[in-house]
């Protein structure tokens, strides 16, 4: 070992001597070789590094592969010591590359392994039931059923792992991973919206008479697939609250990296100038700030934009309404059962939250109703509240068995919302019943 070291030694040394070798009319740089087969097998060590096995699903935790990458780093810097080289080029043409989903070669980077595997794998895994979104943790943690084979969820989804993945892949990777995760949300909007105008004559109807409750008892059952319209704003739930964190990792690492640049940035999101403030949000959405309406949810939405657009602002009000009236639903489901440890409902209904408040407010945004968005949310919440409220005098333990789950998810749509205050809420339903939501399900869990 120690000759071959020698030898190595001898060989980079060499290198210094000789700049360039003339051989007829070619002229060969050693240097410039060791560059390019330095930057090649960097590029090919980091990929396989994250052990991505497509079969199996498995892939390394991005903190333990960020390890991994420091200390291949710190080995290839001894080469300075040799070679009159600058070895931060080649980590620089390296992992520049590897924020793209591909290189200049055409092969996979560690941007696109991850983005399909959060987006194909752990997030079809938290749809298929025993993963959840815990507000406490701030992660997705695994309630893995007893006997079945552990999948910790958590060890992928935590802040530390996620801050690892920004610093792997910085700011282009992350927003390749949100362009991702956008394409998914507008094709379950697509299918909301072909929901919306199956059930249209009947959301319309409930939509003028909803302070009627024997009626809207009426028109709900003529309603069609309202499990479908639940389940579709669930998933789109999870994809945000999963790109809410994975945001909020973003601005950590860049908070630490760039902190003069970022507070500029958030001065800038504060103070806008009159004019287009979309761009603004563009802007700070890509360094990891939320903003009240997200840009890359508008733009996704515009791409998929009809060409009515008084076509466009209905269905949006009846998806709202579809919504509303179809959140009592979930009282009767086994599965919607709130934990208070992890802040969470066991199927994810908590997760609607995020869905109704983000996606309604880009719903409007790109539909030119932007300044009618409060106005157009109270509608809603008068909906869920009346069709909740009705639930109290229901005598059925199947239509109730989870009813103060469902109060408390009301409260968290109020909660997360930009545009919607407690006045509001109180106004239609009373904080009483919230209250004792929280007490029953606190006292259910000791």
Same mark, same amino acid.
Request: some cysteine; overall charge negative; aromatic content about 8%.
């Given at each position: 070992m120690d000759k071959l070291h020698m030898a190595l030694t001898e060989l980079c040394f060499a290198i210094n001597y000789c700049s360039q070798i003339q051989v007829w009319e070619y002229t060969f740089a050693p240097r410039e070789y060791l560059y390019q087969h330095l930057e090649q097998r960097f590029a090919r060590a980091l990929v396989g590094m &994250? !052990? *991505?096995n497509p079969d199996t699903n498995e892939i390394a935790k991005p903190s333990e592969l960020l390890a991994s990458v420091k200390t291949y780093m710190s080995v290839l810097q001894t080469v300075e010591n040799y070679v009159h080289i600058d070895i931060t080029r080649v980590f620089?043409? &390296?992992?520049? /590359? +590897?924020? /793209?989903?591909q290189d200049s070669h055409g092969e996979k980077t560690i941007t696109?392994?991850?983005n399909t595997w959060y987006s194909e794998i752990l997030l079809r895994r938290v749809s298929a039931g025993h993963i959840v979104f815990s507000e406490? +943790?701030?992660a997705f943690v695994s309630l893995t059923a007893e006997g079945a084979q552990p999948f910790a969820a958590e060890e992928f989804s935590d802040i530390n792992e996620l801050r690892a993945l920004a610093e792997l892949i910085g700011p282009y990777g992350m927003k390749a991973l949100n362009e991702n995760l956008m394409w998914h949300i507008a094709n379950q909007v /697509?299918?909301?919206k072909k929901l919306v105008i199956l059930n249209k004559e009947v959301l319309l109807s409930m939509r003028t008479n909803f302070d009627k409750p024997d009626q809207m008892k009426e028109l709900f059952k003529k309603l069609q697939q309202v499990d479908s319209v639940l389940s579709r704003m669930q998933i789109i739930g999870v994809i945000l609250c999963f790109r809410q964190l994975a945001q909020e990792a973003l601005a950590d690492i860049l908070d630490n990296r760039i902190p003069f640049l970022m507070s500029s940035i958030a001065d800038f999101k504060h103070h806008v100038p009159n004019g287009d403030t979309m761009l603004v949000n563009e802007m700070s959405s890509a360094a990891? *700030? #939320?903003?009240? &309406?997200d840009p890359a949810l508008v733009n996704v939405l515009r791409s998929h934009k009809n060409e009515v657009p008084d076509e466009e602002f209905i269905i949006t009000c009846l998806l709202m309404v579809f919504v509303a009236v179809s959140i009592p639903k979930l009282a009767r489901m086994d599965n919607t059962v709130y934990? #208070?440890?992890?802040g969470a409902h066991a199927n994810n209904s908590h997760c609607l939250a995020q869905a109704v408040n983000t996606l309604f407010a880009a719903l409007f945004t790109y539909v030119g109703e932007r300044k009618t968005l409060r106005r157009g949310l109270i509608l809603p919440l008068q909906l869920a509240s009346s069709s909740l409220l009705r639930l109290g005098r229901e005598n059925d333990k199947d239509v109730i068995k989870n009813r103060d789950a469902t109060y408390i998810l009301l409260h968290q749509i109020v909660v997360q919302s #930009?545009?919607?205050? !407690?006045?509001?809420?109180e106004a239609c339903f009373p904080y009483a019943l919230i209250r004792n939501a929280y007490h029953t399900v606190h006292k259910a869990e000791q």
């Open positions: &994250v !052990m *991505h620089n043409n &390296v992992l520049l /590359q +590897q924020t /793209q989903l696109a392994h991850y406490n +943790q701030r /697509q299918e909301l990891g *700030h #939320p903003c009240e &309406v934990k #208070p440890a992890y #930009p545009f919607l205050t !407690m006045d509001l809420l």
